[in-house]
């Protein structure tokens, strides 16, 4: 083991680390800034074709900032999506009314919190420089900075997901003299694993693979579970009391509706024709056979039915279809009429993937506990992808994350070029 990996398991906030933060944070919030003010403008409203779900989001956050609960433009409570990327925009609603350009800042700041996390879980698993190279990455990354252009669910999830991971790697960490306080921040983990949860409930899939990696991990077997026990309660009090809201409201404990409509999008007969692994929006798929009317809980069970109903009849067709669901969780090329978006997007992935594998078998032998729990939302990632459809927005998502792997086989591969240049040399 090198020095800086040495110094990745002896982590301290140390003036240096909060230099290293600071850069990181400046350059990323420049970015998303300069970024918004060229192709969006500070005060524009919320644009259906670029991002439909937007307008929901921002919506409910205005409807809940005046006071009318977790509500739809018309001010009736809805389950349609999840609330936490709508309560991520209310603290600016409160204070600075509707102003689009207080909450653009706002999730421009948020964005760059994110890269700062990047930059932190990165130095307490692999070191400075790999967490300087990941946070210098990830800030000028055009797929994370695309996020805050928009009042999409990206900008929050994107944040959450590397607190809640960066945290969970400490929970379980077999230090002395973090093993009276694990049980503290296993609790802290869980608390932003539920708040992940709020903004996109997929990443509970992740679960049952941190429960089975606790026991793995953990020196004392019972401790493990202990701990992941407390973070997984933690998780589920914070969803716990949004399904309460959705039975005390709608008489059904349900997160959020839109599931059901994605589901269905993703498994048809026409999307298994025409573009498998892909999907297609309700409006395109309601016909005399597959009506979608009625109340919010209504119009979820007769998504969920058709969609459970093109599993059974297609049963043989679903190897084909998950493998192209995943084949387009990889594609680097967006499917958008704007140019700049696709190309600037496409190489970018381009370019990363390489180091992020690279980095993912590296950081097995750098530090095998860490890199698993990193891999946590990766993994759900892809069981997400399998369940539903692949998209390079899903994979963008946790881009926060995989950044890590990608800085470590950067460096890794740095060192490696410099060694050969140094032989050549002699």
């Known amino acids: 083991m090198n020095k800086s990996e040495s110094d990745a398991k002896t982590f301290v906030w140390d003036r240096r680390c909060l230099q290293v933060l600071a850069i990181v944070f400046v350059l990323a919030f420049g970015v998303r800034l300069g970024l918004v003010w060229q192709f969006v403008g500070f005060d524009s409203p919320p644009d259906a074709t670029s991002a439909p779900d937007q307008l929901n989001y921002e919506e409910s956050a205005f409807q809940l900032s005046i006071g009318n609960g977790y509500s739809n433009k018309d001010g009736d409570p809805t389950l349609h999506r999840m609330p936490g990327t709508s309560f991520t925009l209310l603290p600016v609603y409160l204070f600075f009314g509707r102003s689009y350009a207080a909450a653009r800042v706002w999730f421009c700041i948020l964005s760059a919190l994110a890269c700062v996390g990047t930059a932190w879980v990165a130095t307490q698993s692999f070191g400075r420089q790999v967490g300087l190279v990941a946070g210098l990455l990830i800030s000028v990354y055009p797929n994370h900075a695309y996020g805050p252009l928009h009042f999409v669910s990206e900008v929050p999830f ?66 493990g579970l202990y701990l992941s026990v407390c973070m997984t309660a933690a998780t589920c009090l914070l969803v716990g009391l949004w399904a309460g809201r959705n039975y005390m409201v709608f008489g059904r404990p349900t997160l959020a509706a839109v599931g059901a409509y994605t589901l269905w999008g993703a498994n048809n007969e026409r999307v298994l024709s025409e573009s498998p692994g892909s999907w297609i929006k309700t409006s395109d798929l309601v016909d005399q056979d597959h009506p979608i009317n009625g109340d919010e809980l209504q119009r979820m069970d007769q998504a969920n039915q058709y969609a459970k109903d093109f599993f059974a009849k297609h049963l043989a067709d ?66 997400t992808a399998a369940i539903f459809y692949g998209s390079p927005r899903f994979r963008d998502s946790v881009s926060s994350v995989y950044m890590v792997f990608a800085a470590l086989g950067f460096r890794d591969i740095a060192r490696q070029l410099d060694l050969q240049k140094l032989i050549q040399s002699r």
């Open 158 to 223: 994107s944040l959450l997901v590397i607190l809640a991971t960066g945290t969970t790697v400490l929970a379980f960490r077999a230090e002395k003299s973090l093993a009276e306080k694990s049980v503290y921040v296993s609790i802290i983990a869980g608390i932003l694993w539920g708040c992940t949860a709020l903004v996109r409930p997929n990443i509970l899939l992740c679960f049952p693979l941190l429960i089975a990696c606790a026991s793995w991990s953990s020196d004392r077997l019972r401790r």
């Open 318 to 383: 679903l190897p084909y279809l998950t493998t192209m669901k995943l084949y387009r969780l990889l594609d680097p090329w967006v499917e958008t009429d704007n140019i700049l978006v696709q190309w600037s997007f496409g190489i970018a992935w381009l370019a990363t993937i390489p180091f992020i594998i690279f980095g993912v078998f590296r950081s097995l032998s750098v530090s095998k506990v860490d890199a698993v729990y990193l891999l946590l939302p990766l993994a759900a990632l892809v069981l």
